[in-house]
């Protein structure tokens, strides 16, 4: 009997320390249907700010000539991109349809092409829709 309860006192606290368990938070934790209907919200009344946005960024690289029309081409393909994800995004909500998770469903590019990348949000005018959404230290 002493052999039994010695081999089960050993088991349980060796057994704790033979398991890993991840306490952080998954990967998608962020992403639940709240942050989806009010992505698909935002997508909806935000979207025309594409064709600021779009103007904003080819006077800096192309000119004002050029930025003019290509606000209007590229805005509206844009804002018409970004209002199609907004209805398809309030319409599934409650589901989780991209991939099973209640991600985007567009691919975050901008991290490598910062001109054809969608951001989760639309763009905004102002300093406020500059910002990412966590705040990270940078040595």
């Known amino acids: 009997m002493k052999k039994l309860v010695a081999l089960l006192l050993l088991t349980s606290f060796a057994a704790p320390a033979l398991l890993k368990a991840d306490i952080q938070s998954p990967p998608g934790h962020q992403f639940n249907w709240s942050r989806k209907f ?27 000539n050029v930025a003019f029309m290509d606000a209007i081409v590229e805005g ?46 639309a763009p905004t005018i102002g300093f406020s829709g500059q910002t990412d959404y966590s705040r990270t230290q940078s040595w």
């Open 76 to 121: 509206t393909k844009r804002t018409l991109v970004r209002y199609g994800y907004g209805i398809f995004e309030v319409a599934t909500f409650p589901l989780p349809a991209w991939k099973l998770t209640y991600r985007p469903p567009y691919y975050r590019k901008e991290a490598l092409d910062p001109w054809w990348g969608y951001t989760q949000s």
């Open 38 to 64: 009010s992505r698909g919200v935002g997508n909806l009344i935000l979207s025309p700010m594409e064709y600021v946005n779009v103007y904003q960024r080819s006077v800096r690289s192309e000119g004002v």
